[in-house]
């Protein structure tokens, strides 16, 4: 167990609709990461925050926007969602990303599928 | 531009050793890591190489070759449970914030 918690596990929705994925990370941790996976794809990073400010962002759709909370927990919102976002939505966290050895924890993800 | 390539399937034998390599191309390196994935479960870290050399851990030993672009995972005395995805990944400190770029991942089959 990675200390990362993930919900919801599972999501199955339709195109068009709007879905909300929650983060929180390992006790102490600042930064959090967020990635997708497709299948025989590999991790594509979209977003990251550290203490609760944007640090970077990556391969992110406009459809999709995060945030993360004075908890540090964070939130992913995929909307207007369409079959080619299903996939693995992985949060990560670690302590402080400004450290070149910044190993992340992945949580077990949530598996979304769009019918 | 960015780009790691990791070869995309490989195939050992329970007690053998398999050398999985990785190739990138960045402009602001700044630490390589080896995470491992079984299949529908979370990446989890395995190695970090920042320094050019060879870093071991146990059974596994990870090289950096920062001149070339170049690094390899080894693994030794395979074991069954060694069947899994292994992710090459890259910190790019270039556009001033810290991004990191993920292989696809090389898909290790251990055989009995």
């Known amino acids: 167990d990675s200390g990362v918690t993930q919900t919801p596990k599972h999501l199955i929705t339709a195109t068009g609709q709007r879905v909300t994925l929650r983060c929180s990370p390992r006790s102490g941790d600042l930064s959090v990461y967020w990635y997708q996976q497709s299948l025989d794809q590999g991790l594509q990073f979209l977003i990251q925050y550290y203490n609760g400010e944007e640090r970077a962002k990556g391969n992110i759709l406009e459809r999709f926007s995060a945030q993360q909370f004075p908890d540090l927990h964070s939130e992913l919102n995929l909307s207007s969602l369409e079959l080619g976002d299903s996939a693995l939505y992985f949060c990560?966290?670690?302590?402080?990303?400004?450290?070149?050895?910044?190993?992340?924890?992945f949580g077990a993800g949530t598996r979304l599928s769009v019918l | 531009g960015q780009n790691i390539d990791q070869p995309t399937e490989m195939t050992a034998t329970e007690g053998a050793i398999v050398q999985i390599n990785c190739t990138y191309q960045?402009?602001?390196?700044?630490?390589l890591f080896w995470y491992q994935q079984h299949a529908g479960e979370a990446p989890t870290f395995l190695s970090y190489n920042v320094l050019d050399g060879l870093e071991e851990k146990g059974r596994f030993s990870s090289f950096l070759s920062r001149s070339k672009g170049y690094s390899y995972l080894l693994l030794k005395e395979l074991q069954m449970k060694d069947s899994a995805s292994y992710l090459c990944a890259v910190r790019d400190d270039s556009s001033g914030t810290y991004k990191y770029i993920f292989g696809t991942g090389t898909r290790l089959k251990v055989l009995a």
């Open positions: 960045t402009s602001g390196f700044n630490g």
């Open positions: 990560a966290s670690s302590v402080d990303d400004r450290e070149a050895k910044n190993i992340q924890y």
